[in-house]
């Protein structure tokens, strides 16, 4: 059996003959299973995902409805397993297109970091091959696809701006040139591939046109963000201006954090007031403060300018918690236990669950 969540949700048999899986929470129900890569599924967590925070009377049996309508229409004993809790579908990472699409671009990202740049393009362009849409696009009404697919459709870009960078590597400036400008066109701020594309037209002898993207991102991120452009877009610039004819990708300042450190920031941090303020005010009342958007406006920026100005006010100390891995709700307590050293889910004789507190959201 096969099941695709890159695009419409759809399952084929294994003689490749498409399944009819039924109505829109039938699918929404089979992604949110495959998605979780053969683990359990809490009848909450799948009674949260497929009807949100305030569902209606009667779920659980809705829930256990629909879970036989999936094993009706996929046919296979067991492949939807009931067990202590919750549900467990009984699949590997190669039949879910989404869960393999990420272990291809985490291999992809992991060679090109080594410089093995033949072998990233490679991973990087068959992970990329299994999109056929937006992530979940028939079932994004569903409170769980929406976080979920929004998360895919970012590790997408990610994966394409790792692609485009072996491609460039590898002297392929003419074969990627396209995509990497419809790339850039359809995420404007996010600056890594506003490099990419600099690189890439200049490398094909067009200077003027590269010079013009940084003015034009320039002009974009003031208008939008009130930044000025990141050290390594401008150091791409400088390069570019003096007609280097091999401009490396710029070393990617993230410095990683350390207990009670945020990360150094190499630009200064202009204009968003209204939201530094109001953030401030939940800082003071909150105990956790999440800060949500579409990729590419700046969350993580806005949100260490903030919490380092609280920090300096209070004279507390402050952890950096990387939730890029995360994407179950029990994989919270984990990063933040994991990130402050603790192991055994304790914190100084502090239960976990006045460790991690549900979040406050603007």
């Given at each position: 059996?096969?099941?695709?969540?890159?695009?419409p949700?759809?399952?084929?048999?294994?003689?490749?003959?498409?399944?009819?899986?039924?109505?829109?929470?039938?699918?929404?129900?089979?992604?949110?299973?495959?998605?979780?890569?053969?683990?359990?599924v809490?009848?909450?967590?799948?009674?949260?995902?497929?009807?949100?925070?305030?569902?209606?009377?009667?779920?659980?049996?809705?829930?256990?409805?629909?879970?036989?309508?999936?094993?009706?229409?996929?046919g296979?004993?067991?492949?939807?397993?009931?067990?202590?809790?919750?549900?467990?579908?009984?699949?590997?990472?190669?039949?879910?297109?989404a869960?393999?699409?990420?272990?291809?671009?985490?291999?992809?990202?992991?060679e090109?970091?080594?410089?093995?740049?033949?072998?990233?393009?490679s991973?990087?362009?068959e992970?990329?091959?299994?999109?056929?849409?937006?992530?979940?696009?028939?079932?994004?009404?569903?409170?769980?696809?929406?976080?979920?697919?929004?998360r895919?459709?970012?590790?997408?870009?990610?994966?394409?701006?790792?692609?485009?960078?072996?491609?460039?590597r590898?002297?392929?400036?003419?074969?990627?040139?396209?995509?990497?400008?419809?790339?850039?066109?359809?995420?404007?701020?996010?600056?890594?591939?506003?490099?990419?594309?600099?690189?890439?037209?200049?490398?094909?002898?067009?200077?003027?046109?590269?010079?013009?993207?940084?003015?034009?991102?320039?002009?974009?991120?003031?208008?939008?963000?009130?930044?000025?452009?990141?050290?390594?877009?401008?150091?791409?610039?400088?390069?570019?201006?003096?007609?280097?004819?091999?401009?490396?990708?710029?070393?990617?300042?993230?410095?990683?954090?350390?207990?009670?450190?945020?990360?150094?920031?190499?630009?200064?941090?202009?204009?968003?007031?209204?939201?530094?303020?109001?953030?401030?005010?939940?800082?003071?009342?909150?105990?956790?403060?999440?800060?949500?958007?579409?990729?590419?406006?700046?969350?993580?920026?806005?949100?260490?300018?903030?919490?380092?100005?609280?920090?300096?006010?209070?004279?507390?100390?402050?952890?950096?918690?990387?939730?890029?891995?995360?994407?179950?709700?029990?994989?919270?307590?984990e990063?933040?236990?994991?990130?402050?050293?603790?192991?055994?889910?304790r914190?100084?004789?502090?239960p976990?669950?006045?460790?991690?507190?549900?979040?406050?959201?603007?």
């Amino acid at each position: 059996m096969r099941m695709e969540m890159l695009g419409p949700v759809r399952a084929y048999a294994d003689d490749g003959a498409p399944i009819d899986v039924g109505g829109a929470m039938v699918r929404a129900l089979l992604a949110r299973l495959a998605l979780a890569g053969g683990e359990v599924v809490s009848v909450d967590a799948l009674v949260d995902g497929l009807w949100g925070e305030h569902p209606h009377g009667g779920t659980v049996n809705a829930l256990h409805a629909l879970v036989h309508q999936l094993r009706k229409a996929l046919g296979e004993a067991g492949v939807v397993e009931r067990v202590a809790g919750g549900y467990r579908l009984h699949v590997r990472a190669e039949q879910v297109n989404a869960v393999r699409f990420e272990e291809l671009a985490k291999r992809g990202g992991r060679e090109l970091a080594a410089g093995d740049v033949q072998r990233a393009a490679s991973l990087l362009g068959e992970a990329l091959a299994l999109w056929r849409g937006d992530a979940l696009a028939d079932v994004r009404d569903i409170p769980f696809a929406g976080t979920a697919g929004a998360r895919l459709d970012e590790l997408r870009v990610g994966a394409a701006e790792d692609r485009f960078e072996a491609e460039l590597r590898l002297g392929r400036h003419g074969e990627i040139l396209a995509d990497v400008e419809a790339a850039a066109a359809a995420h404007p701020l996010r600056e890594r591939l506003a490099g990419l594309r600099m690189r890439a037209l200049h490398a094909a002898g067009r200077q003027s046109d590269a010079l013009a993207v940084f003015e034009k991102v320039r002009e974009t991120l003031a208008e939008e963000l009130g930044v000025d452009p990141s050290e390594e877009l401008r150091k791409t610039h400088l390069a570019v201006l003096r007609g280097e004819r091999e401009i490396p990708e710029a070393v990617q300042a993230r410095p990683e954090a350390v207990p009670g450190r945020l990360p150094a920031q190499l630009t200064s941090f202009v204009g968003r007031g209204d939201e530094l303020r109001l953030l401030a005010g939940l800082l003071e009342t909150s105990r956790l403060v999440t800060v949500v958007g579409p990729g590419g406006v700046g969350k993580p920026r806005l949100a260490t300018e903030a919490v380092s100005r609280h920090r300096a006010h209070r004279r507390g100390r402050v952890w950096l918690v990387s939730l890029a891995g995360v994407n179950t709700a029990d994989g919270l307590p984990e990063a933040v236990l994991g990130t402050l050293g603790v192991a055994d889910g304790r914190l100084s004789g502090t239960p976990l669950d006045r460790v991690v507190k549900p979040a406050r959201r603007w």
